[in-house]
């Protein structure tokens, strides 16, 4: 892996305040005062203004663990999986429950470390406009091979609400579908995202052995129960 220099190519090798920790040999530095966030990529560096960089070999699951180690107001609106990589999940630009407030994780990527065809490790200056955005929307994988990934970490309430709910076809389930297409993308506030799942039911008890249509309604709110039920 190349040398990587930090904004205005000031390097970093000592004075990270803060929190630290290696996972599968991905490290992570937050510093102590708000807004700080740091993150070893083979030298010590330190970024501001609530940005970090990861690796593409992290999974959602250990992006999302490591934010949350750090502090309880800071998050990434990604997908759901926490199995999924974030090599190939922020380059098909990535959606998740906090899509309605912040958009995709492509929109809060604010540079890479791509090495192309020719061996060069580029970032987002060097790379150019266009091939940063094929490469956070249409597959990295076309373009070379994304090393990491730099984030900009967006706020988030200390409490959220989540819920789910399932209701089967003779509960009403067209009613329902209507209504959601025409409520949960225009008629709330952004910070609640309502996504729905349409399947099929899979008990056979209730249905007498057919198979019937069965929807999954999964809620995310930033912000405490009592707030949304207002
Ligand atoms: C259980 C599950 C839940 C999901 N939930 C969501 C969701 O909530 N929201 C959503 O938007 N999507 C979701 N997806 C889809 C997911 O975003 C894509 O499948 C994504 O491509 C997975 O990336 P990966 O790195 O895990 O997979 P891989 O199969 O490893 O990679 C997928 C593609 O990306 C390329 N790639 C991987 N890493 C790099 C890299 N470092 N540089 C260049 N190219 C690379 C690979 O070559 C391959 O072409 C889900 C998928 C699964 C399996």
């Known amino acids: 892996m190349g040398t990587f220099e930090g904004e205005g190519g000031r390097k970093q090798d000592k004075g990270c305040r803060g929190w630290s920790g290696t996972r599968r040999g991905r490290t992570w530095e937050v510093g102590d005062e708000m807004g700080e966030v740091a993150a070893e990529l083979g030298e010590r560096m330190r970024w501001r203004h ?3 960089w990861v690796q593409a070999g992290a999974t959602l ?3 999302y663990y490591s934010i949350a180690e750090k502090s309880h107001v ?3 609106p990604s997908g759901q999986g926490r199995t999924i990589g974030v090599g190939g999940h922020f380059s098909v630009a990535g959606f998740g429950p906090m899509l309605r407030k912040y958009g995709t994780a492509a929109d809060q990527i604010i540079d890479a470390r791509l090495v192309n065809a020719n061996g060069e490790v580029l970032n987002r200056e060097a790379m150019g406009e266009d091939l940063f955005w094929a490469i956070r929307r249409g597959g990295a994988s076309s373009f070379g091979v994304v090393l990491a ?3 900009n970490l ?3 309430p200390p409490i959220v609400t989540v819920a789910s709910l399932d209701k ?3 509960q009403g389930a067209t009613e329902l579908v209507h209504k959601w297409q ?3 993308s225009r008629q709330v506030p ?3 995202y309502i996504e729905l799942i349409v399947g099929v039911s899979n008990n056979t008890n209730r249905l007498a052995g057919r198979r019937a249509i069965e929807l999954k309604f999964k809620v995310m709110f930033l912000g405490p129960s009592k707030k949304l039920m207002q």
């Open 50 to 52: 609530n940005n970090a």
């Open 61 to 63: 699951g250990e992006l």
């Open 74 to 76: 800071h998050g990434f």
């Open 149 to 151: 990934w730099k984030i």
């Open 154 to 156: 967006v706020a988030v």
């Open 168 to 170: 089967a076809y003779e």
């Open 182 to 184: 025409t409520v949960a």
């Open 190 to 192: 952004r910070e609640l």
